[in-house]
């Protein structure tokens, strides 16, 4: 069973209606025992970093879903839910979950003001590994909804999983052993959304 935890940062119902929509279904968890007893979990959210993080603390989840990492449960974050599976934010003061060490800067492009931030709307995306399970069957360039003022920037460059370009390069997805993250959302993507969804339910 997939887990969509439930933190009260996120709209988990859209991630679980497109899980539906791809054939595969899934609950949404707001305690750690039912965590615990899910075989994949998926960390949804939107807004500032150190509000998730508190509101993860608070929920009474954070040490379940370090276990579950530990275990090997395939974990995938989604916009701020990625951001958090890094160390740090420039938007806050708080650590990060720590699973793959990256930074989240903001957009600085004042030497572009054509490029507002946030970046929020539909973009390509290039496949940085294009044999990862969550990116499989990929049969046209992907495109994805984004809506976020900071990115992340790895510290090793093979945890990029897919790459974005928006006046910078910056990582659209990122993965270490179980745990991925996308900074899009791809409960909002559409066809692309949906294959990136059945592939995490299928084959992550």
Known sequence: MIGILDYDIGNVGSIQNMLKKAGHLSQIVRTAEALAACDK???PGVGAF???MAQLDQSGMRGALDAAVKQG???LGICLGMQMLGLSSEEG???GLGY???HNVRFRLDNQPELKVPHMGWDFVTLCDAGDPLVRWQAEPPRYYFVHSYYARCED????LM???YGIPFAAAVRRGNVR???FHPEKSHRFGMLLLKNFAEVC
């Open 41 to 43: 979990l998926i960390l």
């Open 100 to 102: 793959i060490p990256f």
């Open 50 to 52: 150190d509000d998730g």
């Open 163 to 165: 790459a974005c370009d």
């Open 157 to 160: 460059e093979a945890d990029r």
């Open 73 to 75: 449960k395939p974990v």
């Open 93 to 95: 003061k708080r650590e």
């Open 181 to 183: 993250g996308t900074q």
